[in-house]
């Protein structure tokens, strides 16, 4: 019987023990916290209730706490993506000639067991993934394709696979650097890498190592793929790739179909797209028709568009798509307007750059007018230009997590430390009036108080509807 080591027991590491027991493999859990046993114990309980495993007999065992030099045992070890490559025990089982496989590649395996090359499309990037990856599948459902998202955000690749088996299914995948570690042959027909800015500098030695992560996305594609990528960023036009390359730009326009230029772009109100050789191939998308809330999200509009194209969808879908889309939570959710002030959700907002630019779609605002909720668990990078922002952009500043104090050097405006979620939404309260937006965007992990950014999105919610109770 086939032995499989499975490092990290989270949603990605569960789904890949479910679609080795129904292949009857011997299956081996290990995850270096010990609080997960009582998720492993739970998830074992739930499964021999589940139809395909019911009088089966199953083989799994854990060991929790430890890197477990059982690991060493295996035929194979599937890697979760929070985990890192670097661990020692790695090192030993490459020694070993232990294949070391990410749960993404295992999943993509699963999904292309039978040889044929499906239509796979992948986003990564450091900030809009999510937002992009809903966009791209709002477009494809309007085209009555059988698309799913999944990967980084909700569901697992390989839990899908479980669910639906090599079906002909689309996968809009939002793929993490951390997954994109552990590919081999993972092959999107469509890849979109939609920035890349300081992050995770807690896992990588500097910026340069974070984006040579991310452009292991493109490095099985062909020329009969396409790597959507940002005009921007001056390093993705030097790009050598084998696929079709396509540009998005918030800041330049097209000047001549024989120099290198962006294939979508913004003037004014509408966002011009021109994928064609001749320059009369253009089609406009009028911003305020598709419903484009804030210049933030723009980036994740134009990559999703020219996504579409890729797949040679036609505009009127396209359009339909965007027009239904109603939003991510923790990503610009609106949550609720109460005496004229708005509140925003933004607990997806993690780094600098994502803070930086949210901080300046809200300039419309003005200083006057944005109560500001932000900090959370450090990662190792400088708030210069964060604090920078907020003086520009902000009214009122409420501190929160391990960052608080570090943040609160160098601001100007008026602001104050809170001790927990229900204290900051209070704060914010009690110093905005008519007119004025309350948003938590904290530019900071959540894991110094909560056990992910959706979690503190919900506390939020919550503590804001509470608050509006009374």
Known sequence: MKKVGIVGFQRSGMACAKA??????KVFVNDSSAEVRDK???????????????GKTIDINGKFGVNSEKLLEQDMIIVSPGVPLSLPIFKKAQKKRIPLVGELEFAYESFCRDGEQKEIIGVTGTNGKTTTVHLINNILKETKKNSVVCGNTGTAFTEMVNLYGSQNFIPVIEISSFQLEGIKEFHPKVGVLLNVTADHLNRYKNVGEYKKAKLRLFMNQTEDDFAILNFDDKSMRELK????????????????????????WVEGNDIICNTGKSSRAVEKFNTKTLNIRWGCLMEDYLAAILAAKALGIGRVHIIKGLKAFKGVSNRMEEVDTYGGIKIINNSMCTNPAAFIEVLNSLGNTGKNGTILIAGGKEKNFSTIKMVEAMNKNTKFCVLIGEAAKRLSKGLTVKHKEAENMESAVETAFSNAQKGDVIILSPGFASFDWYRDYSARGEDFRQKVRAYLKN
């Open 241 to 264: 790739l084998k696929s079709r390359k396509l540009y998005f730009s918030t800041v330049y326009k097209r000047t001549s179909s024989s120099v290198l230029s962006p294939d979508i």
């Open 20 to 25: 080795l027991l129904k292949e009857d493999v």
């Open 40 to 54: 492993f114990e739970t998830f074992l309980s739930e499964l021999v209730r589940l139809p395909e495993f019911i």
